[in-house]
C-alpha cells in the first residue's frame, strides 16, 4: 500500500496475556519507529531500526517489550506478560534518509 | 535539559488572530526540522519542514535559527480547523528523530 499499516487498529486484552503488534512500513522507507501514545500525552519512543544496523532499544520500558523487523520491512512488537498501565496507543512510522516520517493509524490497546 | 523543548500551551487565539510557536533543540549536529500537526486521538501528520532559508504554505510559516537554536511555526489568519497540538521535531543526520512534547493551540469562534 501507499502508506504505513498497523495491525490490529484495536486489541483488548487480559492483564498477563501477551500482544503483539504489527507494523507494515512504506516500501523502501529503511528507518522505522515505535511509539506510544497515552492520551494527552507526548509521543514515547520506543525503539528504532534503521537499515542492518542494530536497532536503538533505549525506549524499551522494560524487558517484556520487544520488536524485530524482519528482511528490513515489516516489524512486530510484542509485549509479554501486558499490565494495565501498557494501555495506550502503539505508533509506528517509517522514513527514508532525512526525509519526514509518516505514520500509520495506530494499534489501540487496551488491558483489562 | 531536553533534547527538543517546546511550551505546552494551551494557545487560546480567536479566530483570525496570528499565532506563533517556538521551539529549542540542543544539539547543534541537527540538520533536519519537521513542524507536525497532531488532532485528538490521532496519528501525527507532516505540516512542513523548516529549510534554512525559511519557508512558507499558505498561511504557515516555518523558520530555523541555527545559531539559537530554535524552530519557529507561525500561523496566519486562524481558522478553526487549526486547533491542534503542534509537534516540533529535530534530526540528526542518520540518527532517530527527535519530537518535541508539544503545543496545544485552541482557535475560538
Known amino acids: 500500500g501507499a502508506g504505513v499499516s498497523q495491525s490490529p487498529s484495536n486489541k483488548v486484552t487480559e492483564k498477563g496475556k501477551d500482544v503483539e503488534l504489527r507494523c507494515d512500513p512504506i516500501?523502501?522507507?529503511?528507518?522505522l519507529y515505535w511509539y506510544r501514545q497515552s492520551l494527552g500525552q507526548g509521543l514515547e519512543f520506543l525503539i528504532y531500526?534503521?537499515?542492518?544496523?542494530?536497532?536503538?532499544k533505549s525506549g524499551l520500558p522494560s524487558d517484556r517489550f520487544s520488536a524485530e523487523r524482519t528482511g528490513g520491512s515489516v516489524s512486530t512488537l510484542t509485549i509479554q506478560r501486558t499490565q494495565q498501565e501498557d494501555s495506550a496507543v502503539y505508533l509506528c512510522?517509517?522514513?527514508?534518509?532525512?526525509?519526514?516520517?509518516?505514520f500509520g493509524d495506530g494499534t489501540r490497546l487496551s488491558i483489562l | 535539559r531536553k533534547e527538543v523543548e517546546q511550551d505546552p500551551g494551551p494557545f487560546n487565539v480567536p479566530e483570525g488572530a496570528t499565532v506563533a510557536f517556538n521551539c529549542t533543540y540542543s544539539?547543534?549536529?541537527?540538520?533536519?526540522f519537521f513542524w507536525y500537526r497532531q488532532d485528538c486521538r490521532k496519528e501525527p501528520k507532516l505540516l512542513m519542514s523548516?529549510?534554512?532559508?525559511?519557508n512558507e504554505d499558505g498561511r504557515f510559516t516555518a523558520q530555523l535559527n541555527r545559531a539559537s537554536q530554535y524552530i519557529s511555526l507561525l500561523i496566519r489568519d486562524s481558522k478553526l480547523s487549526d486547533s491542534a497540538t503542534y509537534l516540533c521535531?529535530?534530526?540528526?543526520?542518520?540518527?532517530?528523530?527527535?519530537w518535541g512534547l508539544g503545543t496545544s493551540l485552541a482557535v475560538n469562534p
Open positions: 531500526f534503521q537499515g542492518n544496523s542494530a536497532p536503538d
Open positions: 521535531v529535530v534530526q540528526v543526520t542518520n540518527r532517530k528523530l527527535i
Open positions: 523548516v529549510y534554512s532559508s525559511g
Open positions: 512510522a517509517s522514513s527514508f534518509g532525512n526525509q519526514p516520517q509518516h
Open positions: 544539539n547543534s549536529a541537527s540538520q533536519s
Open positions: 516500501s523502501g522507507h529503511t528507518a
